[in-house]
């Protein structure tokens, strides 16, 4: 998955750099936006920045985000959106995919005695609205539905009477957490 990801944004960067050289019709934006995420496990905070270019309708982007929901964990992912209209007040769709990685604190490491994690799947879609100023920015607002995955694998030592040959086994965690996405943002 990670090197599909990975062949995607090689794809995407070349791609809009011959764009911007041979027509000069692709622009660079960058979209910032703050979210409130809502699910079974509670309401949370997250936040986004994506980078990417503009051309026609159609945005292509890169983004990075910082996931508060459950557990503190940093999704990096692909962002496609598509304006429906050309007016200053535009509604548009959006699509996320990537990668949602586990970032924890000391305290938690020890809580959880150290676990190994891996990456696991990230997607975001939704519908919105975006508002076009007189200077080109834009603010927007949007609604969506996500899924964030977090695996780990935490040690839980079997017991035996030689602590010699005492090993050590992991449980193996895979949580799922899908929720409702409610996003401000703005647009350079």
């Given amino acids: 998955m990670a090197k599909v990801i990975f062949a995607c944004l090689v794809l995407l960067v070349v791609y809009s750099a011959n764009g911007q050289v041979a027509k000069q019709k692709w622009k660079f934006n960058s979209v910032n936006q703050a979210a409130l995420l809502a699910g079974g496990g509670g309401d949370a905070f997250a936040l986004q920045t994506i980078n990417g270019f503009t051309k026609n309708k159609w945005y292509a982007g890169a983004g990075v985000g910082l996931d508060l929901y459950a557990d503190r964990t940093v999704p990096v992912f692909i962002d496609i959106r598509r304006d429906l209209n050309a007016k200053?007040?535009?509604p548009f769709v959006y699509a996320d995919m990537g990668l949602n990685f586990l970032w924890l604190n000391?305290?938690?490491?020890?809580?959880?005695?150290?676990p190994k994690t891996s990456p696991g799947a990230y997607y975001?879609?939704?519908?919105?609205?975006?508002?076009?100023?007189k200077n080109n920015t834009a603010v927007l607002l949007s609604a969506g539905y996500t899924l964030k995955q977090v695996k780990e694998q935490l040690r839980s030592p079997e017991m035996t009477p030689d602590p010699a040959w005492q090993n050590e086994n992991y449980d193996r965690y895979n949580y799922i957490y899908r929720r409702f996405v409610f996003k401000f943002g703005v647009v350079f």
Avoid: E, Y
């Fill in 124 to 133: 975001d879609i939704g519908v919105g609205l975006k508002l076009i100023s």
């Fill in 106 to 114: 000391a305290t938690k490491k020890a809580q959880r005695l150290s």
């Fill in 88 to 90: 200053n007040n535009r």
